[in-house]
Structures are given as structure tokens and as C-alpha cells.
């Protein structure tokens, strides 16, 4: 099948200036996480170590390419920054401390106030707005833990969370995502 | 000294991680440490969390930091997510004021203050430094010596270690040193401290199977009674997860209980399976349980 999408498939097509933003990796390295980017040497140990590239054809190297050259719609909107499992490995083997799950974390966050967040994300996200966990309380898990000779679960403290989401931000995103998906 | 205990999410609401809770309250009774649970605790806004907005993932975390910094409290969490969590609020308070700052606003309005002096510390790296083996050891009542199990370390207790601060994570010894008191066999094998996917979980379905699909092929190769995890999503994976990859890649004779870390310490010092929560778990924890039970007293 003949591939027509360019994004997450960047070796079919030869780049051009077009698809170039030269300022991208500054204004990466510029944000906190971000300022181990200028220091990749693209020398393959991140990607080495990766266990998401050990089941699939996933680079973190190839994701580090794309952003330093600069391919800022493209990496933004594509689904390689969503991939990582954050385990971390390749910034504990990384020699020039660049950190790429700290890098990802940047993009991902970019990505996820101009609405390209993962939806499931923003699904746990918004379970959590709503319960203060990530979990919904029910009465079963209420006789469990009784069963088992636990404390009564305590309720968070919702008002305090759901403040601290709406003025740091969160709200903002979940909101630029979910207006996404009843657009389309 | 008393230590303030953040569960996290997880642990007190998922049927096969309340166990988890039971026995790590267990064991730290048994060896004297004193808890108070931090009040109305909210989530830790982990990994995931940090991916949506840094910045409010930090702030959330902050709130329970806050809460055991009011109460002159070190935070304590049998969660590894959590304590990532909780060590990247305070690696960032140190090393960029802007940042801080931000955070101090936020909390500001909702009448709260983090001045960054509580030290998160993961259960099992506390037992091991602030308890050590020689405790556990006095302690143990129960011979654990005819049972081999496969340890995971997980990826949030250990890496990075210039931010989580415990030991190298490539290959770690101090978490089977504990086990080894009480004679169990934690066996060395291929992908022992490799990711188990389970953050990609309800994103990228596929590959979250493919990966813990790999796991737990290297850890059944072992013929071992069981696997151990100290990260809640590390066991979700492995045991919830298992009867799926059971039928997605034709595993038949995949049959691994998983036991939460302070499960087995629990065992050892003579607790019942059934104070511990043994019967919750997806993957039946029967034959294990019975090998241990019918083992001998020390």
C-alpha cells in the first residue's frame, strides 16, 4: 500500500525547507527537561536500550534527528512522542546526559495544548479531576478492604486538586483536547 | 522516626493491589515503624501526568508533599510511580527558581506552602537502608528457602539514579539481598530490569502487550514459583495482564502467580496469606502459597 502520510514515516520522503523550523530545538532546550537536546551526538545508545524499539521499529535517535533538523509540525503531531514507556533506561545510559524521556515530556507537553495529546491520557486525566485518583471509589473495593482488616478508604481532597489543575493548566489542555475529538 | 505513608491511586482501589497495602502495613508493624497515612491524599500526577502539563503534575505531587512537611514527616510509598513522582517535585524546586516559583504561586492559592524539606523514600529502599537485612533476618520466622522466584526491580524506584538516588539501576542486588534472609532463591535472568510497557497501557495497547509479553517469556524460561514486583503498574501488567497475553501469543502453559514485595516479607515473618490479601490477585497465588506454607518454621 502506497504510504501517503508523512507523519511517523519520515524515511518514505526526502525532506524540504518547507517541513524545516530552525528555531524548534531552541525553544525545546529553552524549557525545563529540555536543555540536554543541544548535546546529542545521536550516537544510538537511547535507541540501543529502548524496549519499545526492541518490539517495534521505534528510535528515540531517530525522534532526537527529527527535532533537531527541526521537523516541528511533523513531530508534534505525530504519534513517535507518544510511544515512550518512560522507563527511563535511556537517560540512565545516555553519555551526554540529554535526557530524552525529560525531552519527551517537553514535546508531549507542546503537543498536548495545541490538541494532540494521547486520548488516554486525557481520559485518566480527566478520571482523576473528577475522583481524585485515578480509580472510581465502589463499594465493592469498600468491602474488600474491610475484609481485609484495612482503614476505611479516606476521600481525597478534590476541591484542593481540582484548584491546583484549573491554575496550573491542566484544565486548558483537557479542554483543547476534548473540543478535538467532537470536531472531528 | 514516624514516616508520613502516601498509597498513591492504585494500591487501596484495585482488588489485586490491596494486598499491597495490607502487607506493607504488616511488615512496617512488625519491625516497629510507625505511619500515619498523609491526609486525604490526591494523586501524585505521575509520569503520564507529566506528559499532559509539567507543570501541574508538579503542583499536584507538591500538595501531598506539603501535607507531610505540615505534619514534620519524610514521605514514604510502597509506589514506585509515586516516588518518581515526588523526587522530580523536589529535583526541580532545586534546580530551576522559575519554576519554584510557580509552583509556590499555585499553592498560594490554594493556601497551601512546599519549602522542599521532605525526603521521599521508596518501602523497599528504606527497608533495606534504614531497617537492613540483619533486622529482617532476627525477625524471620519462617523458612522461605525451597521457593526460587524472578525479582523486577521495575523502572521508577531506580532510573534515573542521579535523580531517584537509591543504586545503579543496571544491576541492582540490594532488594534480593532482603529476600536471600529469609533463604529465598530470587533468580538472575535475561530482562530482569527491562520495562514491563505498563505505562503504555490504554494508549498503546499493542505494545504494552508486546513488551510484557517478552517479559514474561524470559522470566517463565526460568521455571520459577512466582514473580515480585515493588511498582504497582509492574504487577498490574504482570498479573492482570497475563491471562491476555496467555491468548494473544499462545502461551498455554503460562501460569505465574505475582506477589507484591512485602507480600513475601510477610510471609516470612509468619503472617496468614489470608491477613495479606493472597486471594485477590487475577493469577492464582495457590501452589506458591502451599509450597511456602508447607516449608519449614526457622
Redesign the interface.
Known amino acids: 500500500m502506497e504510504q501517503t502520510d508523512k507523519r511517523g514515516y519520515r524515511g518514505d520522503f526526502p525532506v524540504t525547507d518547507d517541513d524545516v523550523d530552525a528555531t524548534f530545538k531552541k525553544e525545546i532546550a529553552s524549557l525545563?527537561?529540555g536543555e540536554g537536546l543541544l548535546r546529542c551526538l545521536k550516537c544510538g545508545a537511547c535507541s540501543g536500550g529502548c524496549?519499545?524499539g526492541?518490539?517495534?521499529d521505534y528510535r528515540p535517535r531517530k525522534v532526537l534527528g527529527n527535532v533537531l533538523l527541526g521537523l516541528k509540525d511533523e513531530v508534534l503531531s505525530s504519534?513517535q512522542i507518544?510511544?515512550c514507556?518512560?522507563?527511563?533506561?535511556c537517560?540512565?545510559r545516555c553519555v551526554q546526559q540529554v535526557?530524552f524521556t525529560d525531552v519527551?515530556?517537553?514535546l508531549?507537553?507542546i503537543a498536548?495544548?495545541e490538541g494532540n495529546?494521547?486520548?488516554?491520557?486525557?481520559?485518566?486525566?480527566e478520571m482523576?479531576r473528577k475522583n481524585?485518583?485515578?480509580?472510581a471509589?465502589t463499594g465493592?473495593?469498600d468491602r474488600?478492604?474491610e475484609e481485609?482488616?484495612?482503614?476505611p478508604?479516606?476521600?481525597?481532597?478534590?476541591e484542593?486538586?481540582q484548584?491546583?489543575?484549573t491554575?496550573?493548566?491542566?484544565d486548558a489542555?483537557?479542554a483543547a483536547n476534548t473540543k478535538e475529538e467532537k470536531s472531528e | 522516626m514516624r514516616k508520613a505513608i502516601a498509597w498513591g491511586?492504585?494500591v487501596?482501589?484495585?482488588?489485586s493491589l490491596?494486598?499491597y497495602?495490607?502487607s506493607t502495613?504488616k511488615v512496617l508493624e512488625h519491625l516497629g515503624v510507625q505511619t500515619t497515612?498523609i491526609?486525604?491524599?490526591?494523586?501524585c500526577?505521575p509520569?503520564?501526568?507529566?506528559?499532559?502539563?509539567?507543570?501541574?503534575s508538579l503542583?499536584?505531587a507538591a500538595?501531598n508533599l506539603a501535607k507531610a512537611e505540615a505534619m514534620g514527616m519524610d514521605l514514604l510509598t510502597p509506589c514506585s510511580g509515586c516516588f518518581h513522582s515526588y523526587k522530580r517535585v523536589n529535583h526541580?524546586m532545586e534546580n530551576?527558581p522559575e519554576?519554584r516559583e510557580?509552583i509556590d504561586e499555585?499553592?498560594r492559592?490554594?493556601r497551601?506552602h512546599y519549602e522542599g524539606t521532605v525526603e521521599p523514600r521508596h518501602l523497599v529502599d528504606f527497608l533495606h537502608k534504614d531497617i537492613g537485612p540483619d533486622k529482617l533476618q532476627q525477625k524471620a520466622t519462617r523458612d522461605l528457602s525451597g521457593i526460587s522466584i524472578g525479582l523486577r526491580y521495575g523502572?521508577?524506584m531506580l532510573?534515573?539514579?542521579e535523580l531517584l538516588n537509591i543504586e545503579y539501576?543496571?544491576r541492582p542486588i540490594f532488594a534480593d539481598e532482603l529476600l536471600e534472609q529469609f533463604g529465598v532463591n530470587s533468580v538472575q535472568y535475561g530482562g530482569r530490569h527491562?520495562?514491563c510497557?505498563?505505562?503504555?497501557r490504554?494508549?498503546?495497547d499493542d505494545?504494552?502487550d508486546?513488551?510484557l509479553h517478552?517479559r514474561l517469556v524470559d522470566v517463565n524460561e526460568q521455571g520459577v514459583d512466582g514473580i515480585v514486583t515493588v511498582c504497582s503498574l509492574c504487577h498490574m501488567q504482570h498479573d492482570m495482564g497475563q491471562r491476555g497475553i496467555k491468548r494473544k501469543f499462545g502461551m498455554d502453559d503460562l501460569e505465574l502467580p505475582v506477589l507484591h514485595y512485602p507480600q513475601l516479607l510477610a510471609l516470612g515473618f509468619g503472617y496468614k496469606p489470608e491477613?495479606l490479601?493472597l486471594d485477590?490477585h487475577t493469577m492464582k497465588t495457590d501452589k506458591i502459597v502451599a509450597k511456602i506454607m508447607g516449608g519449614g518454621k526457622r
Not at chain 1, 514507556?85 to 533506561?89: G, W
Not at chain 2, 509520569?47 to 501541574?56: A, G, K, V
Open positions: 525545563v527537561g524496549p519499545v526492541s518490539v517495534i504519534d507518544w510511544m514507556a518512560a522507563c527511563f533506561t537517560e540512565e535526557n519527551v515530556t517537553v508531549r507537553n498536548s495544548r495529546a494521547a486520548p488516554g491520557y486525557i481520559k485518566m486525566a482523576v481524585g485518583r485515578v480509580s471509589r465493592q473495593v474488600m478492604r481485609l482488616g484495612l482503614p478508604l479516606q476521600d481525597p481532597d478534590i484542593t486538586l484548584r491546583i489543575m491554575q496550573a493548566g491542566l489542555v483537557i | 491511586c492504585l487501596p482501589m484495585r482488588r490491596l494486598g497495602e495490607a502495613r497515612d491526609p486525604n491524599e490526591t494523586c500526577a509520569f503520564w501526568m507529566q506528559s499532559l502539563d509539567l507543570t501541574t503542583a499536584m500538595r526541580v530551576y519554576m510557580r499555585i499553592l492559592s490554594v497551601l523502572c521508577h532510573k534515573p539514579h539501576s543496571e527491562r520495562c510497557g505498563g505505562l503504555l490504554g494508549v498503546q505494545i504494552a508486546r513488551i517478552e491477613e490479601g485477590l
